[in-house]
């Protein structure tokens, strides 16, 4: 028998889906650039949510915290976005991460390649020797 979804996963998925809509469509910060939610985790009392971005088109550690702190500083707008699109007694209070997995991802594929290429360097030199 399947395990269903929890009640905190559910509401973490749909706070995802109606924020990525209200930061794609409302929020007009040069700052942000494109802002991708990759996941929300709410806690058990659904007291807080932890909303993981990502940016597209913002390179650095300074603009990537400037952005965070762009959508900290919105967060009271973006609550009460939340709370008209969703019924819920109680909105969670927002707090945003930035998710470096996209980064590590990259950075680990672009290893991987260079590994790759590598070997095959190391294997036709030693095959060419041989012939």
């Known amino acids: ?12 998925d749909q706070i995802q ?24 985790d709410v806690s058990r009392d659904m007291a807080f949510a932890t909303v993981h971005v990502t940016f597209l088109g913002i390179d650095g550690e300074k603009a990537i915290n400037e952005a965070v702190e762009v959508l900290t500083e ?27 997995s996209l980064v590590r991802g990259r950075r680990l594929s672009s290893l991987i390649d260079e ?4 070997d095959k360097t190391s294997v036709d030199e030693n095959s060419g020797g041989q012939e």
């Open 17 to 40: 889906r109606e924020l990525a809509t209200v930061l794609q469509l409302e929020m007009k910060d040069p700052r942000l650039g494109m802002v991708t939610v990759s996941g929300v």
């Open 115 to 118: 590994a790759v290429a590598d």
């Open 74 to 100: 919105a967060a009271g707008y973006l609550r009460t976005e939340l709370s008209r699109r969703m019924r819920m007694r109680f909105t969670p209070q927002l707090r945003f991460r930035y998710d470096e």
């Open 1 to 12: 028998m399947p395990k269903e979804f929890s009640r905190t996963q559910r509401v973490g």
